[in-house]
């Protein structure tokens, strides 16, 4: 869970890759390093803490000219972040530098071996062990640094993105992949190396994202040679040009990524349906589902599995699959799903769902399903992501780069998807009617204006957010289609804003919760017109006389609440199985507005990253 960024050519390397590590902080920001050729040797600079830390030491302590250069925003895995720690790391002889994202599982023993052999270390992380490995292979077996980096890979296990180049040979770059990813930006007698396309868009739309098991070496002046890992053979480039714009990766004015993003909520869920969605033809169409409808007719039940917010989106999928196309379904965390030996059959379909399409327990699972002989599907924002080379087929969301780290339109956007999957199995498999599924898709047409109207809340949000700001505890209650909801509302405010929040199903409050209601508490409460209201009502009820705070997501011209609640929030009327579209935008707002009151770092969380690319 670390970014990477490399750059070989006739630019200035150092401002590309310092700003690129800006662009990749949401993977870690713990601490982060660079080292450039400058045309004699390799000047490199690392510290603990942010790329805007980096970039004030480089500048003090190295020379930042020359062409070649790599850099890395670090969350660590092995060893404290610290300075030393940091990469990039040198090997024993000072002509290597390598900067690596993932993890080597039997770095110790290798390290015992090679501190046999003479080698030191200063750091204790694994990467240090890797590019000594490699120095060693160089030596002992008199090859290329190519080779030496096909041989080490052969040694070890573990996950891997890594960039290395050698001092003595200052015209090219050996990157590898295994299980993190790494995108080669390719320009006109240039090349860049990143964990996304983010830091090279502005100067190339032109990208080759390695596969897993496959290695490039990058060579100025010469053809991009692509070879597998195991056994050195060729592979073939498959150079991508990608849609991204620079617009889309930068604030656009706002003050964080996270606004921005929850801001861009009606663009993004329009863009989901755009093309799949046609009302005025009564269809939906997408040729993920199309191609295997099959699978889905005669699927004995969906599995889901998802971490995070994505796992949120899954829960919500269960009660529509459910309800609409009555297909039984299981939601499951992807962290469990793999290593509990769970009973898969061949007629069930797995659904994984992913924002990043890189998250490592989601993409664990999905090799267990395989193995077992389930259809994979996968739902991921990222196009190319691992997770979607990886399922049989799937469906993008198409939410556009989400940056900052707490999920908010790709969980919108996953939750369209999955209800589009819905509704067009409903209707094959005749649960709904024609005017039914008309009546959907025009109201589904009406989703992203109603996601406006709730954003127009924001105003009051902030106000009820600044009540609330130094609270230490807080609950989120819903019901039915909104106990998803309750849930993220939760997550959300506890991963930007520290405070503990718990999100719960409103019924159970009284099996256990409701003890810790009292006058200091907040409880957030989604009750909207539609799904067990009167029954939500009750609950608003019991929470008022044990004088808990009530904080009401009602539906608009709503009087029953309003006279219970301390505050209300108005979101427009829908179906009820739409409601979390609009639940969900006061809550990310709230929470949103706690954290920037709080002086949070709202974009980049303490100890979190965006992808979770380690177990
Ligand atoms: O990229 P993914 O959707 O697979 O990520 C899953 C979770 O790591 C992610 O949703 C996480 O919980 C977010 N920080 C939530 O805001």
Same mark, same amino acid.
């Not at 469990?336 to 490592?360: L, M």
């Not at 940056?403 to 498999?429: D, P």
């Given at each position: 869970?670390?970014?990477?960024? @490399?750059?070989? @050519? ?9 700003? @690129?590590? *800006?662009?990749?902080? /949401? ?25 805007? $830390? ?130 080669? @930006? ?9 964990? $996304? ?30 070879? =597998? ?35 861009? *909520? ?12 046609? !009302? ?21 039940? +969906? ?9 949120? !989106?899954?829960?919500?999928?269960? /009660?529509?699959?459910? $309800? ?8 499951? /965390? ?12 061949? $007629?069930?379909?797995?659904?994984? +769902? ?40 799937? !469906? ?30 409903? =209707? ?33 949000? %902030? ?40 999100? /719960? ?28 209201? %009167? ?5 608003? *009820? ?22 219970? !609640? ?50």
């Amino acid at each position: 869970m670390c970014g990477i960024v @490399g750059y070989i @050519g006739h630019r200035d390397a150092y401002p590309i890759i310092i700003k @690129g590590l *800006q662009r990749l902080e /949401y993977r870690g920001y713990d601490s982060a390093g660079v080292a450039i050729y400058d045309g004699k040797g390799i000047n490199l600079a690392k510290t603990k803490g942010k790329v805007e $830390d980096l970039k004030k030491k480089s500048k003090e302590t190295i020379s930042v000219e020359g062409n070649l250069g790599i850099g890395h925003t670090r969350w660590a895995t092995h060893g404290v972040p610290n300075d030393v720690n940091s990469h990039p790391h040198y090997s024993n002889s000072g002509d290597l530098v390598i900067i690596h994202n993932g993890i080597i599982e039997n770095y110790e023993s290798i390290k015992k071996e090679l501190i046999k052999r003479g080698y030191t270390f200063h750091s204790d992380t694994d990467t240090e062990v890797l590019v000594n490995l490699i120095e060693e292979v160089q030596k002992t077996e008199n090859v290329k640094l190519g080779k030496a980096v096909q041989i080490a890979l052969n040694q070890v296990v573990g996950a891997y993105a890594i960039a290395v180049f050698d001092k003595k040979k200052p015209d090219e770059l050996v990157v590898a992949k295994l299980g993190s990813p790494l995108a080669i @930006g390719v320009g006109e007698n240039e090349f860049f190396i990143a964990s $996304d396309a983010s830091p090279f868009i502005e100067f190339t739309n032109n990208a080759i994202y390695l596969e897993d098991e496959e290695m490039a070496i990058v060579r100025l002046g010469k053809e991009i040679k692509l070879r =597998k890992i195991k056994d050195d053979s060729v592979a073939y480039p498959n150079i991508l040009e990608l849609q991204m714009n620079i617009e889309e990766i930068e604030k656009g004015g706002y003050d964080h990524f996270m606004l921005k993003e929850i801001y861009e *909520q009606p663009r993004a869920i329009k863009d989901t349906y755009r093309g799949r969605l046609r !009302a005025d033809l009564g269809v939906i169409k997408m040729a993920g589902i199309d191609d295997h409808l099959d699978k889905f007719l005669n699927a004995n039940r +969906i599995i889901i599995v998802a971490c995070g917010t994505s796992w949120h !989106a899954g829960l919500v999928a269960e /009660y529509i699959f459910e $309800d609409l196309a009555r297909i039984p379904v299981e939601v499951e /965390y992807a962290s469990e799903f793999r290593y509990r030996n769970p009973v898969i059959h061949k $007629d069930d379909v797995i659904i994984a +769902i992913s924002q990043s399409g890189e998250t490592a327990d989601t993409l664990a699972a999905i090799k267990l399903a395989k193995e077992n002989g389930a259809f994979v599907f996968g739902v991921c924002n990222v196009v190319g992501s691992s997770i979607s080379r990886e399922t049989h087929a799937g !469906a993008y969301t198409h939410a556009g780069p989400e940056i900052g780290v707490a999920s908010t339109k790709a969980f919108t956007t996953q939750i369209t998807v999955l209800t589009l999957i819905a509704l067009k199995l409903a =209707k094959e498999k005749g649960k709904i009617n024609d005017s039914e599924f008309a009546e959907y898709l025009e109201e589904l047409e009406s989703v992203p204006g109603k996601v406006e109207k709730a954003l127009e809340s924001n105003p009051l949000i %902030e106000i009820i957010s600044e009540v609330y700001k130094d609270s230490t505890n807080c609950l989120y209650l819903g019901r039915g289609y909104n106990f998803p909801v309750a849930l993220e509302g939760a997550l959300k405010l506890k991963e930007i804003s520290y405070i503990h929040a718990e999100g /719960y199903p409103a019924a159970e409050m009284k099996h256990g919760p409701i003890a810790l209601i009292d006058e200091q508490m907040p409880v957030f409460v989604i009750a909207t017109k539609k799904g067990h209201y %009167e029954k939500v009502v009750s609950n608003i *009820q019991e929470i008022k006389s044990r004088k808990g705070k009530i904080i009401a997501i009602v539906t608009e011209g709503d009087v029953q609440v309003k006279e219970l !609640a301390d505050h209300v929030i108005e979101v427009p009327e829908t179906f009820e199985s739409l409601t979390p579209l609009l639940t969900t935008i006061p809550l990310q707002l709230l929470s949103y507005h706690i954290a920037v009151m709080r002086e949070c770092n709202v974009d980049q969380p303490r100890n979190l990253a965006k992808s979770v690319t380690v177990e």
